[in-house]
């Protein structure tokens, strides 16, 4: 039992972190430090700075751009990026959109959209969740009826984050509407947000930020050659997607750098034992939860095999550990939020009650290990 | 980086394993428990013919050289089996021999540990000078290693006035009177108490895991088993959150048991070993109440009952999350470092 990085692992890191004080524009990273809110612009200008350098789609196949490193590489530089207080790369072009593509799409696909993602000339925005369909994904009612070469879709989608930056949208949509099985009946399907009957509108969160939205679909025609996979075949991709890298959920990175920035400004606050205690217990949970990644990450370099589905509890601690700093953060400045700093804490905070609801909420994937890990 | 036992280390929890199950099964526990003594000779001398008395001690007087990592796997073993011998003190005892004893006291104690023939204890806490209290072990042991403000002593626990009693978790521990107890002085002082009691709370923390790892095992099992409105409880949401529950906590236990020994055996010095020990310690007295309360609830009436090994490894969890501090003391200790 060893639990230090190699010599070469600590070598790659020290590489990674040397080049990112480098190359992260000082303003960018003082945005991030103030909690501030990041344009589109500032997404797509720290993207850039990555492609350019070759590491924006590490995990890709390396005649796409991909980096050849392997799992633990991987983690180390999503780690560090998180650690920095990098600006995020908005995963559903590189990491949802592409991995899909890579497996499932032609190579018409694969030449016409990767190199476009890599580049971040393309903005992409996932369509899975609808009004009535949120847990209940298989409930998904957004139709799509073949005509000829092409598909006319109407429903409507929600939740759709940064659709308002979109070029493109991939989505769930039902192709056959009589399918016994509503699993079966689901395609996978491309749409660019410029066609005709697509509508954005804005959904307000709590915290005031505009970063989801509702998109509507009115006889949107879109091309048949933007069928990813078989017809009927598209849960079966939204399937392969949910087990694909999942081990960054944990975000240890960024939380270890929101628990340094905590200790930093709350100086005065850890003279109180009872706040001090509460923090030292998020921190703890932290370290378990870093080392258990780290065991995820090293049983999955020895078997070659992809995480089991317990990886799921990364994404529930994972998530848990950022709330819980969040609410300290924001005790911490205090609750009138009379400066600009502590009124961003306190929306954080707001905004960071998210993380238990996204991406599966954290009661689906207790269910999700419930079922398929202890077999209950 | 890795989280694999080396195949030395495998293949020993594995025969440990192997040996508790066939004579260390429940039933046999049980009778060992209600034995007078509380421990039994038989299973003592086959630990040390397995080579368990000598793990962490040096060839040089029969032992292995092992450290905490080495022992992680047989106390995890041993958690889930519940053994009450007196294991933990008699290695924490000795390991203050290893460490701060001389040539001569060496050769005297520890040969005889490694063989089977010596069992220590360690009495620490204190109600006021010369009156230890809740010390695990001393009733069996043949020596105690005290401590005191002028330093460590090695004394025959036949000097000290013993009053016996069973613990929580059903070992056998007294609080001793040691007034004029004669006793020789053992090299070391604080900084060898606390790199001893850091060895010894990462064992503890390896063997509260096992002690979850069956506390879980046994009430999955129990809930894919029971039937209430006709259908296993386990079908139910409500319970299989909290199973999955119960389940994280372990892992995350798990992870900080790794930490805990793999610091005490290689930390850069000694503020980076209490600390990794002290985050360790709250995470497992942590999850040993969390799983503990939860094993015990989930099988309903039946995890208030004597007859089920599941009541028992709750008595066991409770205590291992006080042994050597409870999550408080550790906050306090982890917060200071």
């Known amino acids: ?376 | 980086m890795n989280f694999d036992y080396n195949e030395e280390q495998q293949l020993l929890a594995d025969s440990v394993r192997r040996f508790l199950q066939k004579d260390y099964d429940f039933e046999a526990r049980k009778k060992i428990v209600a034995s007078p003594q509380g421990w039994s000779a038989q299973v003592w001398s086959q630990l040390a013919e397995m080579g368990l008395t000598g793990l962490p001690f040096s060839p040089d007087y029969g032992g292995f050289g092992g450290g905490a990592v080495d022992l992680m796997g047989v106390m995890e073993a041993f958690g889930e089996a519940l053994v009450v011998e007196p294991y933990l003190p008699t290695i924490t005892g000795a390991l203050f021999v290893a460490r701060g004893g001389s040539a001569e006291q060496k050769r005297a104690i520890l040969p005889a540990v490694v063989e089977g023939r010596m069992k220590l204890a360690f009495a620490h806490i204190e109600r006021k000078q010369g009156e230890k209290l809740g010390v695990v072990g001393a009733p069996m042991a043949d020596k105690l290693v005290v401590s005191s403000g002028s330093g460590l002593f090695l004394i025959d626990s036949a000097r000290g006035e013993m009053k016996p009693y069973h613990t929580l978790d059903e070992m056998r521990a007294a609080d001793v009177v040691l007034h004029g107890a004669k006793g020789e002085p053992l090299g070391g002082g604080l900084e060898l108490i606390e790199e001893v009691v850091d060895f010894a709370t990462a064992l503890v923390c390896a063997e509260a895991v096992g002690a979850m790892k069956f506390a879980c095992d046994t009430t999955l099992e129990y809930l894919k088993t029971r039937k209430q409105f006709g259908v296993p409880i386990g079908t139910f949401q409500a319970l299989q959150h909290r199973m999955v529950d119960m389940y994280i906590s372990y892992e995350q236990a798990k992870s900080m048991a790794c930490l805990a020994c793999s610091k005490v055996d290689q930390a850069e010095n000694s503020v980076e070993r209490s600390r990794s020990v002290s985050a360790a310690k709250i995470k497992i007295a942590d999850s040993a109440r969390h799983i503990g309360q939860e094993a015990v609830q989930l099988h309903g009436g039946m995890g208030m009952s004597e007859e089920l090994k599941v009541s028992h490894s709750f008595r066991r969890l409770t205590v291992a999350a006080q042994q050597f501090g409870d999550a408080d003391h550790h906050l306090e200790r982890f917060a200071s470092l």
Not at chain 1, 53 to 68: I, S
Not at chain 1, 275 to 304: C, K, Q
């Open chain 1, 1 to 376: 039992m060893d639990l230090n990085y190699s010599a070469e692992e600590l070598a790659f890191r020290d590489e990674v972190r040397a080049w990112l004080a480098k190359n992260l524009p000082k303003d960018l990273k003082e945005k991030v430090d103030r909690y501030q809110h990041l344009s589109k612009e500032d997404l797509l200008r720290w993207h850039r700075i990555l492609a350019k350098q070759g590491w924006v789609a590490p995990a890709w196949p390396k005649e796409w751009g991909g980096t050849g490193w392997n799992v633990v590489q991987r983690y180390i530089f999503e780690e560090e990026l998180g650690y920095v207080g990098a600006p995020p790369l908005i995963p559903f072009g590189l990491a949802m959109c592409a991995p899909v593509l890579l497996r499932f799409g032609t190579e018409a696909q694969k030449k016409r959209f990767l190199p476009r993602i890599y580049q971040g000339e393309d903005f992409w925005c996932q369509g899975y969740s609808e009004p009535g369909s949120g847990s209940d994904l298989a409930s998904l009612k957004t139709k799509a009826i073949r005509q000829g070469d092409r598909y006319v879709v109407n429903g409507q989608k929600t939740w759709t984050t940064l659709a308002h930056y979109a070029d493109w949208i991939f989505c769930l949509v039902r192709t056959d509407p009589t399918s016994e099985k509503r699993q079966e009946g689901i395609s996978f399907l491309l749409i660019d947000m410029k066609t005709p009957g697509v509508t954005v509108r804005p959904l307000l969160l709590m915290d005031g930020a505009h970063e989801v939205n509702e998109v509507f679909f009115d006889d949107v025609n879109v091309p048949v050659e933007n069928l990813v996979h078989e017809e009927g075949k598209g849960w079966s991709v939204a399937k392969y997607l949910l087990g694909h890298e999942r081990m960054n959920t944990g975000r240890i990175g960024e939380s270890k750098r929101q628990l340094a920035r905590l200790k930093e400004f709350s100086s005065e606050r850890l003279n109180d034992v009872r706040f001090r205690d509460r923090l030292s217990r998020v921190e703890v949970e932290l370290t378990a939860l870093e080392i258990t990644n780290l065991r995820f990450l090293d049983r999955m370099r020895r078997t070659g095999q992809p995480p089991g589905a317990d990886v799921s509890m990364l994404k529930i601690k994972g998530t848990e550990i950022q709330q819980a700093l969040a609410e300290l953060m924001m005790q911490a400045a205090g609750p009138a939020g009379g400066d600009e700093f502590a009124a961003a804490l306190g929306r954080r905070y707001l905004s960071m009650r998210k993380t238990t609801i996204y991406a599966g909420s954290n009661e689906i994937q207790r269910n999700i290990i419930a079922k398929m890990t202890l077999g209950l």
